[in-house]
């Protein structure tokens, strides 16, 4: 079990997160939503551990996160950060492989090679495992990252995994994959939390939605619960409409299409500064009285 108690945390003296405080279960699957700074990836890296709260404490498996021993976390927990550079040009096998390191057991190897097969399988990866990182889209590099932490905790079913955007740079297929792949461990006893932007791919996938504004927890229960009209635009400051589909029950938002006239914002663009065409045709008549009024004038 995950208790996150009364979490806040600064960063240049700026509050970034406030009193942040909620648990997960064994078996459930949640998704951070909110806007652009609302401090989801912020609350994933404490999480992780990777920074410390000002105030506040996490409980991971009864015992405080900051007690834990660099081998001893790694094998409870495994974070996918949004931003994941390789600049060398490792093998996607090889980089699967290092999700191992420190976690492995040297006497029985099997087991790592075990993780590695079956991660690299149901990401997708499988005939790409001796292409070069640097020849890989960022769609796929992405996918190997998300094997890379998955073969991380492949042999404790118990563990946390923290996912900020994994569905990053992924095409339609993988972004669906890689989160039904997270809903499938959580069923099998994983706490999986996972930061994402796509509301219906929230709703469609996570067993609760908690949203941020400004550093805090403001809303926190299932997708029907969370997923209203008035949460959306007090979280996102847009207008939607909220469905339920009938045939899986889960809860479908539709944003209210915005509307814009180029005119308004771009001044070059606007009726006023436009210049009229016209056409400039012109008589013989018209040409000659041209020609005798230039020449008085000269």
């Known amino acids: 079990m995950l208790r996150v108690e009364s979490i806040s945390y600064k960063l240049n003296n700026r509050p970034l997160l406030k009193d942040i405080s909620f648990s997960i279960r064994a078996g459930e699957m ?12 912020t609350l994933m890296k404490v999480l992780s551990g990777e920074q410390k709260p000002d105030s506040g404490r996490i409980i991971l498996h009864g015992e405080n996160l900051q007690h834990y021993k660099r081998k001893a976390l790694a094998l409870k927990r495994a974070y996918l950060q949004q931003h994941n550079p390789i600049s060398m040009a490792f ?4 980089v699967v492989m290092m999700g191992r390191y420190g976690v492995g057991n040297p006497s029985a190897p099997e087991l790592d090679l075990v993780a590695l097969t079956e991660t690299l399988e149901v990401c997708g990866l499988t005939d790409l495992a001796e292409r070069s990182m640097l020849s890989l889209s960022g769609g796929e590099q992405q996918r190997v990252h998300l094997a890379r932490v998955l073969c991380q905790l492949w042999n404790n079913k ?3 995994l923290l996912l900020d955007e994994p569905t990053n740079n992924m095409d339609l297929q993988f972004q669906h994959q890689t989160l039904a792949i997270a809903a499938a461990l959580a069923k099998k006893g994983y706490m999986v939390i996972v930061v994402l932007h796509e509301v219906n791919l929230a709703a469609q996938y996570a067993s609760r939605i908690i949203i941020l504004k400004d550093g805090r927890k403001w809303w926190d229960g299932t997708p029907a619960e969370v997923l209203t009209p008035q949460h959306m635009y007090t979280a996102f400051g847009i207008h939607a409409q909220a469905y339920t589909d009938q045939r899986s029950l889960k809860t479908i938002i539709v944003p209210q299409e915005i509307r814009l006239d180029a005119g308004e914002f771009n001044s070059n663009l606007s009726i006023q500064h436009q210049i009229p065409h016209t056409n400039f045709k012109t008589s013989s008549t018209d040409q000659n009285e041209t020609i005798n009024l230039l020449s008085v004038q000269a």
Do not use: I, W
């Not at 093998?91 to 090889?94: I, R, S």
């Open 30 to 41: 949640v998704a951070l939503l909110g806007s652009n700074g609302a401090g989801k990836s």
């Open 91 to 94: 093998t996607v096998k090889e």
């Open 158 to 160: 118990e563990a946390l």
